[in-house]
């Protein structure tokens, strides 16, 4: 079943970019946003989806989704990965490097198309990468400022995870 949520949650999140900000998405779930951090014309959203269809507590998962047009990736993680996620993101947030340094990377789990995000420290920013065998890759630079207010979301992701 878990297989299935996560299916029906990457093609909403994908098809529609994390652009439907906390509205249903149809009668089967509710993507929300937590956080958007722009640049130019990338995006990066940290998101919630529910689902009406599964069983607690298999009917929620976080995204992580980038937005670079015209390609839009997220992935998905559920409450046994979010911890991983959040402590990749404060390693990075501390790594410091003149040049691009890779800190770590997650893949998803439970799903066909097995997206993975990687995490890395540059001059100054943080980079986000998702890429999917299906769809590519996409690349989110934030500036390391930023970093405390991602952490802030994916914390308040856990906590929606977690009820």
């Excluded at 439907?20 to 919630?48: E, I």
């Excluded at 989704?65 to 402590?87: E, H, Q, W």
């Excluded at 995000?117 to 690349?139: D, E, K, Y």
């Amino acid at each position: 079943m878990l297989d299935l949520f996560r299916k029906t949650a990457l093609t909403f999140a994908v098809a529609l970019g994390l652009s439907l900000v906390g509205s249903a998405l149809d009668a089967k779930g509710t993507l929300s946003t937590v956080a958007t951090f722009r640049s130019g014309n990338m995006q990066l959203d940290v998101a919630t989806y529910i689902s009406a269809e599964a069983k607690p507590p298999d009917d929620k998962v976080g995204l992580l989704g980038v937005t670079n047009p015209p390609l839009k990736i997220s992935f998905a993680f559920d409450r046994k990965d979010v911890d991983a996620i959040i402590a990749l993101c404060a390693r990075t947030a501390k790594t410091q490097s003149p040049t691009w340094k890779t800190v770590g990377s997650r893949k998803e789990t439970g799903t066909s198309d097995i997206s993975e995000i990687a995490f890395s420290a540059g001059p100054g920013a943080i980079r986000v990468v998702i890429s999917s065998p299906a769809l590519g890759a996409v690349t989110y630079n934030m500036p390391s400022a930023d970093a405390p207010r991602l952490e802030q979301a994916l914390n308040q992701v856990k906590a929606f995870l977690r009820q």
